[in-house]
T-cell receptor
């Protein structure tokens, strides 16, 4: 199946700093990638849709100036959490559907990034 | 937007018995319904999915049923094994027409298989 990687797998930072998370599709091209956030013992919540070559689409309630998304190539999307605060501590997971039209429903998830803001 | 309700939140069954998890969705335009299994600290793994033009799909011990009229779908696991213990999420996705859309997830079911 399609492989999606994320880096880093975990990060600890001080309040007020910015953190960049990378999401890569390793064996397929992805014009669209999705960013989700998962708090402990909760479900996954869609934050934004990352579109290669255009602006990201953010879900209601997600601050676009705080969560900067850049989809610079067909295999890489980045999420930058700016001026991070302890309430931003969460598990951030990206996903991507493979490029083939018939399989575009299917989403493969990255391994996630555990962010802890002190 | 789409709203997905999932029940139960916790399900404990004896090894070898069957487990059923149910979900309902609100958006009649939703046309794709995957189920994911997530172990603690790991990524969600797709275990089965169904599209709106199909009523049932089976893959070995796992099956999913879809009732479009009632807007609900269910996951059935037969002959449960200890390794089936995990959190299971249902999800729904509407086809936006312009490309892939993100998934709306249920709150999850913690499945516990008792030996």
């Amino acid at each position: 199946g399609a492989v999606v990687s994320q880096h880093p797998s975990w990060v600890i930072c001080k309040s007020g700093t910015s953190v960049k998370i990378e999401c890569r599709s390793l064996d397929f091209q992805a014009t669209t990638m999705f960013w989700y956030r998962q708090f402990p013992k909760q479900s996954l919540m869609l934050m934004a849709t990352s579109n290669e070559g255009s602006k990201a689409t953010y879900e209601q309630g997600v601050e676009k100036d705080k969560f900067l998304i850049n989809h610079a190539s067909l295999t890489l999307s980045t999420l930058t959490v700016t001026s991070a605060h302890p309430e931003d501590s969460s598990f951030y997971i990206c996903s991507a559907p493979p490029g083939l039209t018939v399989l575009r429903d299917t989403q493969y998830f990255g391994p996630g990034t555990r962010l802890t803001v002190l | 937007g789409e709203n997905v309700e999932q029940h139960p939140s916790t399900l404990s069954v004896q090894e070898g018995d069957s487990a059923v998890i149910k979900c309902t969705y609100s958006d009649s335009a939703s046309n794709y319904f995957p189920w994911y299994k997530q172990e603690l600290g790991k990524r969600p793994q797709l275990i089965i999915d169904i599209r709106s033009n199909v009523g049932e799909k089976k893959d070995q011990r796992i099956a999913v049923t879809l009732n479009k009229t009632a807007k609900h779908f269910s996951l059935h696991i037969t002959e449960t094994q200890p390794e089936d213990s995990a959190v299971y999420f249902c999800a729904a996705r509407s086809w936006g027409g312009g490309g892939a859309d993100g998934l709306t997830f249920g709150k999850g079911t913690h499945l516990i298989i008792q030996p």
